[in-house]
Every structure is written in C-alpha cells, then in structure tokens.
C-alpha cells in the first residue's frame, strides 16, 4: 500500500477522536456533540466550515493553492469534488466492554459512522496542510444516515447550490472484506428501502362461531401467500427484489376472532420501475384477496430510499486510484450490490459519483480491543466496532482521489 506517511503519524490523533465519537454516539439530527467536535478539528486546521445545514450537517470548503484554483476576481474554481461522511448512531445497546464503549445506553456506532468520519478528517488535515492542488475540495458531514434521510435534507438545504460538486464520493467500511479492499461497482451498489402496512378489516365472533364473522387473520395470512407471487411470477427473472414479511399482529385473546390485522415489512430493490411494480401488485391482491373473502384491505406503501447507483465513470476512476494507493490485488471492480440501502443515493441523484466499500477485515473482528462482544463483528451489531487500520487507509484513498480527479 502506498500510504501517506504523515497520515499514518497522525494516526493516534485521529484514533483519539473516532473513539470519543464511538463513546458518545448520537441518533439521526441530535448530532450536536459529533458536529461540534468535527467543526472545531476543522477550525484548527484552517478549514472553511459551513455549519447548520440539514440540522446538524456541515460543510468544510478547502480551496487548493495549485494554478487555476481561483479565477481572477477571487471566484471558487469550477473544479471541484465532494466527499461525504456520515456522523450518526444506531439506536442499539452496546455489548463491547473496551474503554471507548458507548456511554449512552440504548445507542452506539454500530454501523461505523465514527469511522467515517475520523478517515475523512485525517484527510481534510492532510489537505489543509498541503493544498497543492488546482480546485476546491468539499467536505460532506452528514447528518442522519440511519432512516433519517440526512443527504435529502442537506441537498434541499442547498447544498450543492452553495458548494457545486463535479462529483460526490463516498466510502462504507465492509466487514467480511480483507482490510484495505475495495469494493467498487458500476451501476446499482445498494437497494431501495421502501416499507409497507397491509390492514386488513373484518369482523370479529366467537371463535367457535366463526361463520358468523369475517376472519382478518385468514385474510391476512392468504395476502400473505400471494404476495410472494409478486416476487416469483410477476417481475422479470433477471431483476432483483426483496419482499419481507416483518410482522402479522391481530387478537388479544384465544378464543376470539379480531376484528382487524395488521401486515408490516419491506421491500428492497435495484429499480425504480420494480418498485413501482411491486407496489401496484401488493394494491391489488390485497385488496382482490380480502373481497373474495368479504373483508376489506388498505395498503400504506412508503418509499424511503432510492437504490444507490454509481455513475460507471466516477467508478471505474475511483477504482484506479484505488488501485494505485492499495494495489491492484486490493481492488474489486464490479463488486457484488448489496440489499442493504444508503441515502448516499439522493447525492448521486443530484451529482455523478460513486459509493465504495472499503474491507473493515473478517466478521470474527480480530481487530477489536480487549473486552468486546461475544458476537462477530457485523455492521448493526452490538459487538461491531470499526477498524482503526482503515483510518490511515481511506484517508490517503481519500487524498490521491482529490488530487487526481482535479488534475483531469
């Protein structure tokens, strides 16, 4: 790996930081603590910051010192690039014992988000000290990742308005991949997340008189069965969906027939168009299947998060940069997609780029300090804990990306 050499001395600075985020996590918008200490680090480095956009997201504007990087009445350079972090907590309890455990009981960085964040600090240090590059450099902290939709509220808080982007970039760490590897794929890298209630309305009886009411639990469990068919015989073979049952709640007793029950779950796809689909399918049986059994059916369908899809230049370009900073061994093109789901995907809406997953090491998580969890060290998982290697890596990613791309 061809590694930064003062990024890697500045390391345990940068380690301090990740791990006092990870012991004071906090939920979607209450990131008051997280976003004080990111813009009061960038401060100290000289770094522009822009504060209070989309709650409590902020921009850090580093203007290169390389010809070309102003105009001549002082205007931001056309060239620029954007570079994203999220900064959010998981509403989980942590099971880890180590020193940095989280001190707030019920939520953690399950998910790495503190990671993140201290690799795209250690290369905004670097840059601010080192602005040899012709162009600006935009710095994406970002609120509520996790359900909140934090990218949405950034963009409709003008975001790209205020600081253009030519393209935006982002990193997940990935555990299950070798430290250092990254995973880039052209085209969907992550699913939509869309959610769905099914309420079903009969009438209720005896339960040893069930002739004289409509059974919502029979109703529901036969919408249940066809909804499945929208999966196996409606959609195209080749196009991926999900469609999860999560919850059937009816009845209070065992020896009544309710008078309602509720369906609940997800639906996770590639495609705007299967979603839609989907959608229009679920309307339909459920509300033909609970007629044909003299019941009635109202279908709630909330779309969250469109599918993350990388632009296939912007991701081919990462990819050879990180071949060039890891090795070309350490780079997986056109890397599995995921059904997990991102809101960096209303970014690449807006701009062209690319979402990359970079290796956090085996699920065993060898890497993690004395006293964690039992369990395997997996993204939402009380015994996960982010690899502090990867901080020295993604930063120095992070660098020759910026400098490459304002150099083309």
Known sequence: MRLLDDIVLARPQ????????HAHPELRFAEHRTSEIVASTLKAWGVEVHRGIGGTGLVGVIRGSGAGSIDATGAIAARSIGLRADMDALPIQEANEFAHRSKHAGCMHACGHDGHTAMLLAAARHLAQAPNF?????????????????????????????????????IHNWPGLAVGTLGVA???VMASTSEFEIRVEGRGAHAAMPDLGVDPIFVAVQIAQGLQALVTRVKRPIDSAVLSITMIHAGEATNVIPDTATIGGTVRTFSDGVTALIEEGMRRIAQATAQAHQASAQVRFERNYPPTVNHPREAQFAATVGEEVLGPDKVLRDVDPTMGAE?????????????LFLGNGMSGGAHRSAGHGAGPCTLHNASYDFNDELISIGASFWVRLVERFLSE
């Open 134 to 170: 012709a162009g600006t450099v935009v710095l994406i902290f970002q609120p509520a990742e996790e359900g909140g939709a934090g990218a949405q509220k950034m963009i409709d808080d003008g975001l790209f308005e205020r600081f253009p982007c030519d393209a935006v970039f982002a």
């Open 343 to 355: 809101d960096f995907s209303f970014m690449l809406q807006c701009r062209p780029g690319a979402y």
């Open 14 to 21: 940068i380690q301090a930081i990740r791990r006092d985020i």
């Open 186 to 188: 052209d085209g969907p």
